[in-house]
C-alpha cells in the first residue's frame, strides 16, 4: 500500500469510482437496449426467412442450415458482438465495485490503525 493514501485521498479515489460506476450504469442500461434491438432483429430475419424457405418447400431438416444466410449471419455476427459488449461492461461494473470495497477496507484498516494508536 502507498504511504501517501490519506484517508482524504481514499474518499477521493472512491468518489471517482462512484461517478464511473455510476456513467457504467447508464452505458450497460444502453447496451442492453442496443442489444435487445438487435436480438429482435435476429429473431425476425430466423423467423421470417423460416417461412420463405419453408413456403418454397425446403425440407424442414436442412431449413436451420439454409437460414443461416448472408443477412442473418451479419445479424447473428452483430448480436454477438453486442453480447459481448453488454458483457464487458458488465465486468467493468464489478471491477468498480470491486475497487471501491478494497478502498472501504483500507480505509477501515486505517481507521482501526489510528484508534490503535
Same mark, same amino acid.
Given at each position: 500500500?502507498? $504511504?501517501? *493514501?490519506? $484517508? /482524504?485521498i481514499?474518499?477521493?479515489?472512491?468518489?471517482?469510482? %462512484?461517478?464511473?460506476?455510476?456513467?457504467?450504469?447508464? +452505458?450497460?442500461?444502453?447496451?442492453?437496449?442496443?442489444?435487445? /434491438?438487435?436480438?429482435?432483429?435476429?429473431?425476425?430475419? #430466423? !423467423?421470417?426467412?423460416t *417461412?420463405? &424457405?419453408?413456403?418454397?418447400?425446403? $425440407?424442414? /431438416?436442412? %431449413?436451420?442450415?439454409?437460414?443461416? /444466410? +448472408?443477412?442473418?449471419?451479419?445479424?447473428?455476427?452483430? *448480436?454477438? #458482438? !453486442?453480447?459481448t #459488449?453488454?458483457n464487458?461492461?458488465?465486468? !467493468?461494473?464489478?471491477? &468498480?465495485?470491486?475497487?471501491?470495497?478494497?478502498?472501504?477496507?483500507?480505509?477501515?484498516?486505517?481507521? !482501526?490503525?489510528?484508534?490503535?494508536?
Open positions: 500500500m502507498k $504511504p501517501d *493514501l490519506t $484517508p /482524504g481514499i474518499i477521493e479515489n472512491m468518489v471517482e469510482i %462512484i461517478t464511473e460506476l455510476s456513467e457504467k450504469n447508464d +452505458e450497460y442500461v444502453n447496451l442492453s437496449k442496443d442489444r435487445a /434491438g438487435i436480438e429482435r432483429d435476429y429473431n425476425l430475419a #430466423v !423467423a421470417k426467412k *417461412l420463405e &424457405l419453408k413456403n418454397l418447400g425446403y $425440407p424442414i /431438416g436442412i %431449413i436451420k442450415e439454409v437460414v443461416k /444466410g +448472408e443477412k442473418v449471419a451479419e445479424l447473428k455476427f452483430s *448480436l454477438d #458482438v !453486442a453480447v #459488449v453488454e464487458a461492461c458488465l465486468q !467493468a461494473i464489478k471491477d &468498480l465495485r470491486s475497487a471501491c470495497d478494497v478502498y472501504r477496507s483500507i480505509l477501515a484498516w486505517k481507521k !482501526a490503525e489510528m484508534t490503535a494508536q
